[in-house]
């Protein structure tokens, strides 16, 4: 079974800085695809940001980029110029390309603070 | 379009008791998951349904039902509920695609005391 970790419970970074975000996973599987998700207080889950495993370009969108390194099986997330709204609870999620349907296996995710 | 709703939204049940937490998607996905959620241990999948009719256990399925007659609804029956059923629950609909995006419900908070 594949395993999903994020060794940074807490993370905090200073408004307008950058911060980067840790997530490492286990699978034998070549074929996956990897996804970042924002839970802000509300509670509604927000995808961030996708990847697929057999691309090598990391993804981006607007500030949010990752590092996709799939020889060392880590998809660090990371927030450029971190704004106020981008505090929240963050999880990194697999799924497997090899089966049918949208099972995601979640890390155990990381608080982010935003300090002003 | 609503997109993922569920409800109830808050739930306290005694040991023992059993309810049914409600999921709808009306953006005619065909699959759907029930996910909850615990502190530290991020998302864990319970059951997920491929089709109308088509369901199949996840990671921690004991303690829960499913069934799926429509394709927008998808229903978790919690039989006798348990202190260590006390856990936000989540409910996700996807389509078929490259990705498979889940799109997310608001969530339901449930206490079981």
């Known amino acids: 079974a594949q395993t999903v970790t994020q060794s940074q419970p807490e993370m905090s970074v200073q408004e307008a800085e950058t911060v980067t975000l840790s997530c490492t996973y286990d699978?034998?599987?070549?074929?996956?695809?990897l996804f970042w998700y924002k839970q802000p207080p509300s509670r509604q889950m927000i995808l961030v940001i996708r990847?697929?495993?057999?691309?090598?370009q990391n993804a981006t969108e607007n500030r949010f980029s990752v590092n996709f390194q799939k020889a060392a099986k880590s998809f660090s997330l990371k927030i450029s110029d971190s704004q106020l709204g981008d505090a929240a609870m963050y999880f990194c999620?697999?799924?497997?390309?090899?089966?049918?349907?949208?099972?995601?296996?979640f890390g155990e995710g990381t608080q982010l603070t935003v300090n002003p | 379009n609503a997109g993922v709703t569920q409800t109830p939204k808050f739930q306290v049940l005694k040991t023992g008791q059993s309810m049914t937490l409600q999921c709808a998607q009306d953006m005619n996905h065909e699959y759907m998951s029930w996910y909850r959620q615990d502190p530290g241990m991020g998302l864990r999948l319970i059951h997920y349904s491929v089709g109308a009719g088509i369901t199949d256990q996840g990671e921690v399925p004991n303690g829960y039902n499913v069934s799926r007659s429509t394709t927008e609804d998808f229903p978790l029956r919690l039989l006798s509920a348990a202190p260590s059923q006390t856990s936000v629950y989540f409910c996700?609909?996807?389509?078929?695609?490259?990705?498979?995006?889940?799109?997310f419900g608001p969530g339901t908070r449930l206490t079981v005391t």
């Open positions: 699978t034998s599987e070549s074929d996956y695809y």
């Open positions: 990847q697929e495993a057999y691309k090598q």
């Open positions: 996700a609909s996807s389509y078929k695609g490259v990705f498979y995006e889940q799109y």
């Open positions: 999620a697999y799924r497997s390309g090899e089966t049918s349907g949208s099972r995601l296996t």
